[in-house]
């Protein structure tokens, strides 16, 4: 008996160099593409949870270890990646960063499918790369030579679709943004009650990866100098003791509280407790310049007045709905003036907080998906 082909399913392969339980944009795009009855598999790795152990499945994270040399850590993601795209045939492959879209790249034109490419970063402008110029200039030309074979360049903001029209001179790019599912919590954590915060104190929220550039150390001088205001990190990273170091010779140790990574569907309930959420991403690269971070998002979606960085992206979001501050980190005390100012006027914290509910209604995923589900639903 012959198989019925107009009922096969669509199938996706997705991989990424992380962990996708981590990670909004897949997580989020995991769940539409199931609930859209595609056949999927996402090839993820992990190399920073502590007692990690390899887990297969629909979604596969493989454990990596980093801490020999970087060389054994890269042909070893390789190594795997290659061998578990070969087990795949999938009509659409996604390539989720830079690191996998060679190998992607390879196996799609292998299995003649279409190609996507996730630009969510411009790699050969990472803040963390500006001063190692060969390694910019050979993760440049990788992505100058393999972004001309991509179906479709994924974006996260209008910002980003520009600068890479013009500075590959592609045509093909797809703005979606990371937006967080459209919730409410369900289980509110009272981080006040649980790290023995005073009531009248102010929860700064930090949410996500612990990297160079995102504003640890203006917001943790800032601290220094300013009482009632206690900092509490949902996420990790390389840069997490450096910044427990300086909060510590600060003698700031005491107000701030570094709670680790949480699973996505865990999340809100935590986010809903800060009562300010902090984008404050410095203008380090070109890569920073153009940040539209889902933490702003899901900020917005708990219902949490949002203290993002003058930035184009970001300040466009924040002033169109209202829902927070821009404040130029770079300008001498202008962060402490800012925080001083709210902690001063809850009122307008309140009105911010308002805000959220509407804002958020329209900055959801389940609305940006049907945006682009025709990329995924052929």
């Known amino acids: 008996m012959q198989k019925d082909n107009s009922q096969k399913k669509r199938s996706i392969t997705i991989a990424f160099l992380g962990n996708a339980t981590h990670d909004t944009r897949i997580a989020n795009l995991t769940k539409s593409l199931t609930e859209d009855n595609i056949d999927l598999k996402v090839i993820s790795f992990d190399w920073i949870t502590p007692n990690f152990k390899t887990t297969l499945g629909n979604t596969s994270i493989f454990k990596l270890d980093k801490s020999k040399s970087s060389i054994s850590f890269y042909l070893n993601f390789l190594r795997i990646l290659l061998s578990e795209l070969r087990k795949t045939n999938s009509s659409i492959y996604i390539a989720e960063d830079i690191y996998t879209l060679p190998v992607v790249t390879f196996i799609a034109k292998l299995r003649k499918a279409k190609l996507y490419y996730n630009s ?6 990472l803040g963390g790369l500006r001063n190692r110029k060969t390694l910019q200039n050979t993760i440049r030309w990788i992505e100058k030579y393999f972004i001309q074979k991509v179906d ?4 996260t903001g209008d910002g980003d679709a520009q600068f890479l029209q013009e500075y590959y001179g592609i045509s093909n790019t797809i703005v979606i943004r990371n937006l967080p599912l459209e919730q409410i919590p369900n289980n509110k954590v009272d981080l006040k009650s649980k790290l023995k915060i005073p009531e009248n104190n102010l929860i700064l ?23 009632n205001f206690h900092l509490i990190t949902l996420g990790s990273g390389v840069f997490q003791n450096e910044y427990e170091k300086l909060a510590e010779e600060l003698k700031i140790s005491d107000r701030v509280h570094f709670l680790g990574t949480f699973e996505q569907h865990e999340l809100i309930n935590y986010t809903t407790a800060a009562d300010i959420g902090l984008a404050l991403i410095e203008n380090i690269s070109k890569s920073y310049y153009y940040a539209l971070p889902n933490k702003l998002f899901e900020y917005i979606m708990a219902d949490v007045p949002v203290l993002c960085s003058n930035l184009p992206q970001m300040k466009k979001v924040v002033e169109e709905y209202k829902v927070g501050e821009v404040v130029d980190i770079e300008k001498d005390r202008e962060l402490i003036t800012r925080l001083k100012n709210l902690i001063m006027n809850r009122d307008l914290l309140f009105e911010y907080k308002q805000n959220c509910k509407p804002a958020s209604s329209i900055l959801n995923w389940q609305k940006e998906y049907e945006k682009v589900k025709y990329l995924f639903i052929v």
């Open 152 to 155: 479709q360049v994924l974006v």
């Open 120 to 125: 969510r970063e411009f790699y050969a402008f």
């Open 205 to 227: 929220l930090y949410q996500g990866v612990i990297l160079e550039g995102r504003g640890f150390k203006p917001i943790l001088n800032a601290l220094a100098e300013i009482e």
